[in-house]
Every structure is written in structure tokens, then in C-alpha cells.
């Protein structure tokens, strides 16, 4: 399990995508997220795993599958 800080966006690849980027500028394409999830430039710091078995469409940076949510 990670823990990563930053925030939400979307992005229009494909159908469309939500994404975590990092404090630190890494991207993460979020896995199945939430509605509440889903507010473009919400700052969280969420703690989950990367799921390499998973492939999509946008391919926008590593999978992260959220276990837990922090909005800050």
C-alpha cells in the first residue's frame, strides 16, 4: 500500500479519465473512483495499491486503486 498527496483532475483521453497528481508531479490513473472522488482540483492524500493486473485505454501513469481517502 502507498500513501500519496495531491490533487484531482480530469482528463479528457479517450472516454475520459480522474487522476491523482503528486505533490511530487507523478501521475496516478484512479481506479474505479468514487463519486465524491470525482471534483476536479480537490486536494486528498489517499492510501491504496497499484494495480498492475489492471491495463486502460489512457494509460496516464500507474493504476492506484484508493483504500482509504483523506480530503485535505
Do not use: F, H
Amino acid at each position: 500500500m502507498i500513501t500519496v498527496k495531491g490533487e484531482i483532475q480530469y482528463r479528457a483521453i479517450a472516454s475520459g479519465t480522474w487522476v491523482l497528481v503528486s505533490d511530487t508531479g507523478e501521475t496516478y490513473e484512479l481506479y474505479k473512483p468514487s463519486e465524491n472522488l470525482r471534483q476536479e482540483g480537490l486536494k486528498v492524500e489517499i492510501k491504496g495499491d497499484i494495480r498492475s493486473d489492471v491495463m486502460t485505454i489512457a494509460m496516464v501513469g500507474q493504476i492506484l486503486e484508493v483504500k482509504e481517502l483523506n480530503i485535505c
